[in-house]
């Protein structure tokens, strides 16, 4: 019979490392999902992962049980992204001069048909990741996890570790910064 | 252009598109081996961290009495120094055999 997923920890937490291995493969599909939606490139996917499954194993005496192991580990998961973005704060200030031609043809189609501007579109999703990438890092934090996972404010709060009330000041500031960053782009195509 | 359904159009297009969730091959191995690594240079770890601790403890300390050394203003009169105090009874027993001779 197949150990739970209490067994494993209990067994990790006794000393007996090796018992970690199956969680962390259990568990490895979502960390990297969550982590790609905060790096771009695989390198730095995989080192965000690693991180996470280091504090894992370190944290685990904290970890007391009474939610699942699942949403213990997205907490950490979240916070270690957040930290990451806290750290690599470089392609923030890039120009708009480097959109590619699939890019402005989105944009052109967008503003001329905007119906037919299709959201499933290639152009679109690097549009968008383009512009996730200038926002700083608690607006992208709060956009990813709002809008784009949809997740309640209430969720937020417990994997970030804000307050209810300032994931709502931080949202409300979000998508302002994101309206911000699309104007300045729009100037900048247009003018 | 309208900025909001733009906003709204771009926020569709990552909803759209979740990234995948494919793990690098034999990527539980490494973390593995990055733990049993980390668990052997510990004992060396702990020991240079418990040193590094001492040290500032000591400096502090160091620091704390030098400031009460020169902040303290008894410690310039000559009614209680301890410097001549202390010579004075270790050499005591050597003034009382001068003085019995």
Not at chain 1, 104 to 118: H, Y
Request: hydrophobic fraction near 45%; charged fraction near 25%; glycine fraction near 2%.
């Amino acid at each position: 019979m197949e150990p739970t997923e209490a067994d494993l920890i209990a067994a990790v937490l006794r000393g007996d490392a090796a018992s970690f291995e199956p969680l962390v493969q259990r568990y490895s599909p979502r960390v990297f999902a969550t982590a790609r939606r905060y790096a771009r490139r695989e390198s730095e996917v995989e080192d965000i992962a690693q991180e996470v499954w280091l504090k894992a194993f370190e944290k685990l005496k904290s970890f007391r049980g009474e939610a699942p192991f699942e949403h213990w580990l997205m907490r950490l998961t979240v916070r270690t992204c957040y930290d990451f973005l806290r750290g690599h704060q470089r392609n923030r200030e890039s120009s708009f001069s480097d959109l590619t031609d699939p890019e402005n043809d989105w944009l052109e189609r967008f503003v001329t048909q905007p119906e037919t501007a299709s959201e499933n579109a290639e152009a679109a999703r690097l549009l968008v990741g383009r512009i996730l990438e200038r926002l700083s890092p608690q607006a992208r934090l709060v956009i990813t996890l709002l809008e784009i996972e949809d997740r309640s404010v209430k969720e937020i709060a417990q994997l970030t570790g804000w307050s209810v009330p300032l994931v709502k000041v931080r949202a409300f500031r979000a998508r302002a910064e994101m309206r911000k960053i699309l104007a300045k782009m729009a100037m900048h195509k247009y003018l | 252009m309208n900025i909001a359904e733009l906003q709204k159009k771009l926020l569709a297009a990552a909803r759209a598109n979740p990234p995948g969730d494919r793990v690098p091959y034999a990527f539980e191995k490494r973390v593995t081996a990055l733990l049993a690594a980390r668990a052997a240079t510990e004992p060396l770890a702990l020991w240079v961290r418990g040193l590094w601790r001492a040290a500032v403890s000591c400096a502090v300390i160091a620091l704390l009495f030098g400031a009460w050394a020169f902040f303290n203003p008894t410690a310039s009169t000559n009614a209680d120094d301890l410097s001549q105090n202390f010579e004075n009874t270790l050499l005591a027993s050597v003034d009382q055999s001068d003085q019995a001779q």
